[in-house]
């Protein structure tokens, strides 16, 4: 796996490296030793899957608060997404500023999210899948959210938001 830091600061790109023959390809999507090199939380305790009939679907802004705070790895495994990731840690020199990747099933790229820091992603085609793994059990007590058009973020999506949650629209402004 090669590990690109996104200009957030323990929020990392991470590209597969194939190895193809006649057959097509292998590579590795998980390695616990290559993620605890880089300092990443390696603790994998859950998984899920996402799937978004309509193009336009938006979710997120997503985080757990203390003492359930969870990393995350993200891969979309069908049709494409805009995903973000906004730096909500205090103490961070990028607080309050966010990073977007591209996740498609053709480039099979993933993003690791740190604890402390919002996630969310808009669907670029129908039938979009994703596909997650977390370091943290979900928490309902401890889900959190900022809106997804708040001005203290100013993110830019590429499209226009089609579906969206009403919890997901209703976030109260950041502060």
Known sequence: MIFRETKL???????????????????????????????????????????NSRKGTLRGMHYQAQPYAEAKVVRCTRGAIFDVVIDLRP?????????????TATNRHMIYVPEGCAHGF???D?????????????NP?????????????????????????ERDQSY????
């Open 126 to 138: 129908d039938e979009s899948e994703i596909f997650y793994q977390m370091s943290e059990f979900y």
């Open 9 to 51: 600061q323990g929020v990392f790109e991470i590209h597969l490296e194939p190895k193809s023959d006649a057959r097509g390809f292998f590579a590795r999507a998980w390695c616990q030793k290559e993620f605890e090199s880089k300092v990443l939380n390696p603790r994998l305790v859950q998984c899920s899957i996402s799937f």
């Open 91 to 103: 103490d961070s020199p990028t607080y309050k500023e966010w990073v977007s990747v591209a996740l």
């Open 172 to 175: 109260p402004n950041f502060e």
């Open 141 to 165: 007590e401890s889900a959190r959210g900022v809106r997804w058009n708040d001005p203290a973020f100013q993110i830019a999506w590429p499209e226009k938001v089609e579906v969206i949650s």
């Open 122 to 124: 808009l669907t670029l």
